[in-house]
């Protein structure tokens, strides 16, 4: 493989909401060098790739940003932290208001006011809200972005985080980056669990097939601390499209109800993981299918949803009008979808600190991959990745620049080429994830269980896990292209196994569905109002109790705690 050895001030990796964003942040406020990596292209990459139709964390008239935090603080049960939140929530107009600078359509009433939906969203017409964000990266001269290049780990040798590695996936060459500072920015973890439709249509998921928990792999395996893991995320989707349903519950008002008309969200509570745990209750008993009620809503709600749904889950809208039955004459169907591993909705990922710094000196998290901050959707995203932007550039600003160790580009050069160059293995990437899923389905709490999971099941689950990663080091690659997939592959057993360790670790259950853990099926505020940590040591994942950090106060990690 040829090598390539690049050098930049600021090494963001990831160019999705947040990387784009930390990109734009230190190019206007420094006249620092950013280089952003991205596996895809930063047009059409992460979350926002094929756009949405509302920004659902905005602060609008008559609320404040602690109100934003206490509604978050809420539907996690209390497990965030209350200092990320508020720093997020009190940017959440800001990046708005830039967002509509930079083109964006934000729908508006009359009087020129945003359109609301809901207490905390606003109605925006978002198909190229990614295509905008990445014009805009693309104007500034001292961001230069490497896009097809998938990056596998980190340099950290000198304590503290000097660069990085990856492999170009259409050049085939040898990545080595040398950085005063590093941003992760690579989006949570999908593709952990059986998916909900099987086969050809696998990939078709309410979280980007492609983001693989990149960044947690590579901070899990330098060390770094993470934090509630076991807060997975479970979406409630309507069936078969796995299109969202909160535009159908929030923007027409929709009722959840089971096959006999009866309406039972109120039974089971509001929260996110309520929701979910009401429909499977309901669909256990019995009482299922169940529905969003639809039927009935007039025929201008019904064109309304439909072209809400062509900008941003258009097989909802196919499938309305294959069905040859009118909106509001039927129904939507619905189903939880598989489990997930991400920030951007729950309290999943690197433990920080206010700059956004993980323990990691000079490795900054951003997005879906930053944890305690839970419901950061879009803005929330485009807030962190200004916060550690302008923390990244007075890191970098004080700091000289290092040289990447010799012997470890040789290192990662070699475990690179193995691959390529051993002989035909027994087994394929795609076949051994398959067994990961199924490993995690029916031993960690999927879709086949319910959701729900023992301890003597997560014990099994995490001795196959670690046995499927061992067997993932045979595998072999004739092009760049399995290449990536066997990263993502190695990526996605890393993050189960601690999945597995927070899971096992909590022993209540404090979100039904999340972590419904039927050794410990009650929720205990007394024992349990505790941040459940973890950090990798000598090859065993060790589990850190925190306490919660109280209301009004900070969290540093020089602060002694936990």
């Not at 997020?88 to 939906?117: C, F, H």
């Not at 499977?280 to 072209?307: D, F, H, W």
């Not at 189903?335 to 600190?353: C, L, M, N, R």
Request: proline share 3%; with cysteine; glycine share 10%.
């Amino acid at each position: 493989m040829e090598t390539v050895n690049l050098q930049t001030d600021i090494l963001i990796i990831g160019g999705g909401t947040a990387g784009c964003w930390a990109a734009i942040t230190i190019a206007e406020q420094s006249g620092l060098d950013v280089l952003i990596c991205e596996k895809a292209g930063i047009r059409r990459s992460g979350c926002l790739a094929a756009g949405v139709n509302a920004l659902n964390a905005y602060i609008t008239e008559g609320r404040t940003p602690k109100d934003y935090a206490d509604y978050c603080t809420k539907d996690a049960a209390g497990i965030v932290r209350g200092d990320l939140l508020m720093t997020m929530s009190e940017r959440l107009n800001s990046v708005t208001e830039k967002l509509e600078e930079l083109g964006l359509v934000i729908l508006k009433d009359e009087n020129g006011r945003y359109v609301a939906r809901g207490d905390r969203n606003i109605k925006i017409n978002g198909e190229n809200i990614k295509p905008l964000i990445a014009q805009e990266v693309r104007r500034h001269s001292q961001i230069s972005v490497l896009e097809h290049v998938d990056i596998t780990d980190l340099e950290t040798s000198s304590g503290r985080a000097t660069g990085a590695y990856g492999f170009g996936i259409e050049d085939g060459k040898f990545y080595a980056v040398s950085a005063k500072a590093v941003i992760i920015a690579t989006g949570g973890a999908a593709g952990l669990y059986r998916p909900n439709n099987p086969g050809f249509s696998r990939h078709k998921m309410w979280y980007p097939p492609f983001n693989t928990g990149a960044g947690y792999a590579m901070g899990i395996l330098h060390g770094a601390e993470m934090t509630t893991f076991e807060m997975r995320f479970i979406a409630l989707r309507c069936k078969d499209t796995i299109a969202p349903t909160g535009t159908l519950a929030q923007g027409a008002g929709a009722k959840q109800i089971n096959a006999l008309g009866e309406v039972y969200e109120q039974k089971y509570g509001l929260t996110t993981s309520e929701r979910v745990y009401g429909t499977v209750m309901e669909n256990l008993a019995g009482r299922g299918p169940c529905y969003l009620r639809t039927e009935g809503i007039g025929e201008e709600k019904a064109q309304s949803l439909q072209k809400a749904y062509l900008n941003m889950a258009p097989s909802q809208t196919l499938k309305w009008l294959e069905s040859g039955v009118p909106v509001q004459d039927q129904n939507v169907e619905i189903e939880g979808t598989e489990p997930y591993i991400v920030g951007g909705h729950t309290a999943s990922g690197f433990w920080v600190d206010t700059a956004r710094m993980t323990t990691v000196p000079g490795l900054f998290a951003a997005g879906d991959v930053s944890g305690g901050a839970p419901q950061k959707y879009v803005t929330g995203a485009l807030a962190e990745g200004e916060i550690a932007g302008e923390s990244a550039v007075r890191y970098a600003e004080e700091i000289s620049a290092e040289p990447l160790p010799e012997e470890s580009v040789s290192a990662h050069l070699k475990e690179l080429q193995g691959f390529l160059g051993k002989g035909e293995s027994l087994y394929t990437a795609a076949q051994l994830e398959e067994a990961m899923q199924t490993v995690m389905d029916r031993y960690a709490g999927g879709i086949s269980a319910s959701y729900r999971f023992t301890e003597g099941q997560l014990d099994i689950a995490d001795r196959r896990i670690a046995q499927l990663y061992e067997l993932s080091g045979q595998l072999t690659a004739e092009s760049p292209r399995e290449l990536l997939r066997i990263y993502e592959l190695r990526e996605r057993l890393v993050v189960c196994r601690s999945v597995i360790a927070h899971l096992r670790a909590r022993h209540e259950t404090r979100w039904h569905c999340f972590a419904e853990n039927l050794d410990w099926p009650e929720r205990n505020d007394r024992e349990w109002s505790k941040y459940v940590n973890s950090r990798l040591e000598n090859g065993r994942i060790r589990i850190i109790y925190r306490d919660l950090v109280p209301g009004g106060a900070t969290y540093e990690h020089s602060d002694k705690q936990g």
